[in-house]
């Protein structure tokens, strides 16, 4: 069976600092597959490497059938997939709306901004406000949202809940919950692991640049001595 | 001793010079904020486009036809230019990039030394805006004020682009996080060619309408690098509306200045800009947190 997106053996560096060793690994149509570790494991990395943020100096990447690996991130991003950076990336001096706009610009299919909206009630509220202006929760909200408007076949989130209140990461893990419900194929990095375990189908964990483990949600669950070693929880 | 009609007229002579500034600092502050390079060659784009609208005059006879071919020219060199050389040096240090456009600049005033000489190149004003014009109180030379009119023209219509269009909204988004623009499906490579080139071309355009007023010599660029240089750190780096209003507050101290003593001109210019980076470093306008 083919897979959405498939990795064989990747390898990055950034400089001269070797972070992923020989990384490889699989992702279904509609699954939503988790990337746990601890802080520098290379998580974050994997996701740049993915998108072509980071080069990967070998290996192999197979992105809906096509070689990946060598392409720039815009052209990977106009295949389909699309990064939620960690540190959100909104653009400041942009409104909401504007945000958005450009997000879709040269999308070949893109979510109408009522559909973003109806997700997104808040961001409706805020549509004329300047990025710099939204708080945290709203400013990862309009990440995932402009994300969410080139229509892609994967979105990549990086640790979408950090650093907000309990109430506002309710809601987007219930965002979530629905896109993944919805079909929507989701790679996602994430310091909280219950959250991530009740959105994953299926976890690797990364220890030191390395894939130590792969295993469902529900055998992650059941064997929380695995979590331990490598997450110390 | 300084008049009031003196007075004045310097004043006007320091907004029309600004606006001119405004129009050329705008190009380089574009430039920056989105490629992130520092172009040491904007001065000698002003230069060629002098030199751009003199040959097309010579050709065709009209003024208006000077000016849009040159500032074609310029838009088209501009695009070369970054496709050709800057495009090899992104990934590479800053020294590098501010070496490699230092070298361009060279290369294009030498070049222009080369086929024109280094005599004086003149481009009259359009027939209609020679002479003088009475402002009751003073005489003001007539295209002086068209060249505060044009360049007041000129940003409109950049600011019209940059901001109500999407191309604008592609170069806005480009010039806090070009990398995000990547991130979101956009060939930021394209973004950065024609960047680069309605950077050039708003360095050439200035230097067109500005060529009746100074005789052109190959080196007409190298003090207006230096002063666009205060405008975009006075107007905070990457800001198009910090450039309009650091070229005026630029060409108003030149001008104010000079009423006194022409050599403190340039002097007062740094004192000024020492004074803003000291009390509000990213510039009047500029974003705060950004190099």
């Known amino acids: 069976m083919t897979h959405l997106l498939e990795v064989e053996r990747i390898n990055s560096f950034y400089g001269d600092s070797h972070i992923l060793f020989d990384v490889s690994l699989h992702v279904g149509q509609g699954e939503v597959v988790a990337l746990l570790g601890r802080n520098g494991a290379g998580k974050s990395t994997t996701l740049k490497s993915l998108i072509g943020a980071v080069r990967p100096r070998s290996g192999r990447i197979l992105f809906d059938g096509a070689a990946a690996e060598a392409l720039p991130a815009y052209a990977i991003a106009d295949r389909g997939m699309q990064l939620v950076p960690e540190d959100r990336r909104v653009f400041g001096s942009l409104n909401v709306e504007e945000n958005l706009i450009l997000a879709g610009l040269t999308a070949k299919a893109r979510w109408p901004l009522e559909r973003i909206y109806a997700m997104f009630p808040r961001l409706k509220e805020r549509r004329r406000s300047r990025g710099t202006d939204l708080s945290g929760g709203e400013q990862q909200m309009l990440a995932i949202a402009r994300a969410l408007v080139r229509d892609p076949k994967l979105v990549l989130l990086d640790e979408p809940f950090e650093g907000l209140a309990p109430i506002i990461v309710r809601d987007l893990l219930g965002v979530c919950r629905t896109l993944a419900d919805g079909g929507q194929t989701i790679v996602l990095v994430e310091q909280n692991f219950h959250a991530a375990l009740s959105l994953a189908d299926r976890v690797y964990i990364l220890n030191n640049g390395h894939i130590v483990e792969e295993l469902t949600a529900a055998d992650a669950r059941a064997r929380p001595e695995v979590l331990h070693r490598y997450l110390g929880v | ?291």
């Open chain 2, 1 to 291: 001793m300084i008049t009031w009609p003196n007075f004045v007229s310097q004043l006007v002579n320091g907004l029309a010079a600004g606006t001119l500034l405004a129009l050329i600092s705008a190009g380089l502050t574009i430039i920056y904020g989105t490629l992130g390079v520092l172009n040491l060659a904007h001065g000698a784009m002003f230069m060629l486009g002098g030199y751009a609208g003199f040959v097309a005059f010579q050709a065709t006879g009209s003024f208006a036809l000077a000016v849009l071919a040159g500032s074609l020219f310029m838009l088209v060199a501009g695009a070369v230019i970054e496709l050709v050389v800057i495009r090899r040096f992104y990934s590479r240090p800053p020294e590098d990039q501010i070496l490699v456009t230092f070298g361009i600049g060279i290369v294009l005033v030498e070049v222009v030394r080369f086929i024109f000489g280094s005599l004086t190149a003149t481009v009259p004003p359009p027939a209609w805006a020679a002479g003088i014009t009475s402002l009751g109180f003073m005489i003001y030379p007539t295209y002086r004020l068209v060249v505060l009119g044009i360049a007041a023209v000129a940003l409109a219509v950049l600011y019209v682009v940059l901001y109500r269009t999407r191309i604008g909204l592609i170069v806005r988004a480009g010039i806090e996080d070009s990398g995000m623009v990547g991130l979101l499906g956009i060939n930021v490579y394209r973004v950065f060619m024609l960047v680069f080139g309605i950077g050039a071309m708003a360095a050439g355009f200035a230097g067109i309408i500005n060529a009746p007023v100074v005789s052109l010599t190959p080196n007409v660029g190298d003090s207006i690098l230096v002063q666009t240089f205060v405008v975009v750190v006075i107007g905070g780096v990457g800001s198009f509306p910090g450039a309009i209003l650091g070229g005026i507050i630029a060409g108003e101290i030149l001008s104010l200045t000079s009423m006194v003593n022409p050599a403190y001109s340039d002097v007062m210019l740094f004192a000024v800009m020492t004074l803003v980076l000291f009390l509000r470093p990213q510039g009047l306008l500029g974003l705060a947190g950004r190099a």
